[in-house]
């Protein structure tokens, strides 16, 4: 999941230079924090269907490459 920010994080990292960021989370974390980093039917859909997300930085140059690669890059929500 691509986002202008470089993975999740407890509370709005451009608003909140305090924020703290998650190297990976369960799918149920993401819906029982009330995390925005996507709506909770979609991280649902994706837990019960085992579909692992990494959310990262779409901003910044070869992330997406990265991402395909398997570097550790962002936050990784599964399982």
Do not use: H
Not at 43 to 65: E, H, Q, R
């Amino acid at each position: 999941m691509a986002k202008k920010v470089d993975g999740v994080y407890d509370s709005d990292p451009i608003q909140n230079p305090e924020a703290v960021k998650y190297n990976t989370l369960d799918y149920i974390d993401v819906i029982n924090m009330g995390l925005r980093v996507m709506d909770s039917t979609a991280a649902s859909l994706c837990m019960d269907n085992s579909i692992p997300i990494i959310v990262f930085d779409l901003t910044k140059d070869g992330n997406i490459l990265k991402v395909v690669m398997g570097d550790d890059i962002g936050t990784y929500v599964g399982r």
